[in-house]
């Protein structure tokens, strides 16, 4: 069975700070899907990332940054220079490649980030 | 390009009723899934549709059902209302079975 960990439920950070949430995920598959969602107040999930679990490398998209390490079964972000804007719950999500049957998600807990002015 | 749509916004209902709630998807995009989503936790897989059919599903009881239409569309319907269904339903369409999903705004089901 699949799961996904997000052990700070919540984070607050002065604008400008550097902030890292944490996610460590289960899986019994060698093929699988990790991804980051970003819900803000109006309650949509708006997605970040997606990364396969033979790709590695570290991705960077302007101030937000991802690090995966199947070793320890984390892919963490960060973001760099948080703003305000930023403040929003944020998911950590996982799914398995299943003979193609299909790909439901497994989220995590979820991560709230309040960054103040 | 119009992203996933949900209706309706907010619904209010009371114990025992029915209800349906629709999802139209992404253009372009041809499977759709659905998940409830309780205060204050992450989102729990419902259903996934594609060609019309249930092709996953998550631990939900048999009171919450789906139906995909040949536009891609989808409805899901929940018999039985309880106090506990009360939560954020949440609508993701992708390209295929296994692509990115992409979230609606959600419909909001509060059951008194």
């Known amino acids: 069975a699949q799961k996904v960990t997000q052990a700070q439920t919540e984070i607050s950070v002065v604008e400008k700070e550097d902030v890292t949430l944490d996610c460590v995920y289960e899986?019994?598959?060698?093929?699988?899907?990790l991804f980051w969602y970003k819900q803000p107040p109006s309650g949509e999930l708006v997605f970040l990332i997606r990364r396969n679990s033979f790709d590695e490398q570290n991705e960077i998209s302007g101030r937000y940054s991802w690090n995966f390490q199947k070793s320890t079964s984390s892919f963490n972000f960060t973001i760099t220079a948080s703003q305000v804007v930023d403040s929003a719950v944020y998911f950590c999500a996982l799914s398995e490649e299943v003979n193609n049957a299909g790909n439901m998600l497994t989220f995590g807990g979820g991560t709230r980030l309040m960054v103040k002015p | 390009d119009a992203g996933v749509t949900q209706s309706p916004t907010h619904l209010i209902k009371t114990r025992g009723q029915q209800v349906t709630l629709r999802c139209s998807p992404k253009s372009g995009h041809d499977t759709v899934s659905w998940y409830q989503q309780a205060l204050g936790q992450g989102p729990q897989f419902i259903f996934q549709y594609y060609e019309e059919e249930e092709r996953q599903r998550g631990n939900f009881p048999d009171r919450f059902s789906g139906h995909q239409f040949p536009n891609y569309s989808s409805e899901l319907n929940v018999n039985a209302l309880l106090l506990g269904d009360s939560a954020l339903y949440l609508c993701?369409?992708?390209?295929?079975?296994?692509?990115?999903?992409?979230f609606g705004p959600g419909t909001r089901l509060t059951v008194l």
């Open positions: 899986t019994r598959d060698t093929t699988y899907y």
């Open positions: 993701a369409s992708s390209l295929d079975r296994v692509d990115t999903q992409y």
